[in-house]
Structure formats: structure tokens, C-alpha cells
């Protein structure tokens, strides 16, 4: 379903991805690990289409992926490390924007969604007002109510506790048996049974623009 080929991003001088390829089926998850500064949040970026490869090609279904942003935007749930909340909204009304941008119902699925994520006695307090760990879990709210196939999530499991962890692992079960795609990025273990790893090597295995032009002249 989702098919990457020869991924490849320069960030300054660095080329931070080299011919990245990776293949997921429905129901599949992918862990992206490898050392701070390999590209995890590049490669999640590109597969967004928030960032443009300098090379390769991301196939959904065959089609190309990226061509059409539009189209690839409502494919995907993505979660940076920032929560995206806005500080003056209330949780609730926070949850009703993606709610509504999905076609659901903006007052009962952001309902459904808080229940899941154990959010319901915040609804009504600002997000400004909420610690680190509950604006994950609103934030991991919001991707639950994207209603898109493909889940990018950029460390979902950060400033989590261990009753927090165990809604994350119902929430990734769910949406892997309805046939949903999850890629992760990660420096500690996710609760995602039979996913595949892709490690990336990091800066000391990858070679700067001067190096590979130095290559190219000998
Ligand atoms: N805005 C930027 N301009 C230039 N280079 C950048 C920029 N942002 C990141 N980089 C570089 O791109 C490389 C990859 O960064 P990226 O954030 O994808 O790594 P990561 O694997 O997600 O790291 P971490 O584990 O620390 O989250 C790093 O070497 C970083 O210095």
C-alpha cells in the first residue's frame, strides 16, 4: 500500500537520507529508530509531504503520493513534536476542528475520542492549561480524529505515563485491525507487537556534498 523508493534529503550541507526505501501493507507499523540527527523527523516530513525529497518517490497504492499534496494530506495523520493545540481553545473545541475537517460529527467524536484517550475531565479547560503529558494525549487525540490510513507519529509515546502508554497501545491495535498504516519515530519501546524496524545510521555513516563531490572527481 504504502511503497517508499530512494528517499533522499540534503539538510545545509549533509545529505541526512540516502536512498531510503521502506514497504508497508494495511495493517502494518514501521519503527523508525536510529540516533538524534539520523532523520527520523525528515523522513516522517517527506512522507507527509510537508518536505520535498531532493530525490525518490513516495507511492500510495502505486500512485504517486506526493503529486498531488491535497490528496495526500487527507491520507495522513500526522503528529509532530509540537501538540498543535490551540493555548485559548478549550479541549473540546480544540477536538471539534479535525472532527469537523474528518465530516464527523464535531460534538460526539471528539467526545468518543477524549474517552479513549482518557481526556473527558479536561473537555473544558484551556489547552494552555493542560501539563506536557495531557497535550500528547490530545494531541494523539487529534490523529485519532483524522479518520486518515496513515499515521506519522514523531515520538507519540514523549512525556507519557504508564496508564497513558496502555491507551496508546488500544489506540494503535484499533486502527492497525481496521487496516491503518502506523510509522513511528522512537527512542524507546512502543507498544506495537510485530512491527517492523527501519534503523537509520545517523550522520557517521552518511557523507556531506564535498565528500561526494570529491568522490565523483577520483
Ligand atoms: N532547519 C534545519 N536546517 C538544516 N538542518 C537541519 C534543520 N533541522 C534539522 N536539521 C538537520 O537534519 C538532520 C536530521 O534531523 P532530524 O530532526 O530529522 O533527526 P532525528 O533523527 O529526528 O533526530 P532526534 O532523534 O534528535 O529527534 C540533523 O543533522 C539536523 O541537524
Redesign the pocket.
Known sequence: MLNVENIS?F??E?L?LDSVGLRLDAGEALL?T????????????VLAGLRKPEGGHVLWAGIDALADRTTHAARVAYLG?QDALKPGLTLRENLALPARAAGSDPKQAPKQAMKALDLLPLADLPARMLSAGQKRRAALARVMLARAPLWLL??PSLGLDTSSIGLLEALFHAHRETGGIIIA?T?VPLPLPNARTLA?P??SGLETMEEMDMESWS
Do not use: C
Request: aromatic share 0%; no cysteine.
Open positions: 534529503v539538510r545545509g549533509r541526512v523508525l536510529g540516533p538524534n540527527g539520523a532523520g527520523k523527523s525528515t523522513l516522517l516530513r513534536h514523531d515520538e519515530t527512542h537509520l545517523g550522520a
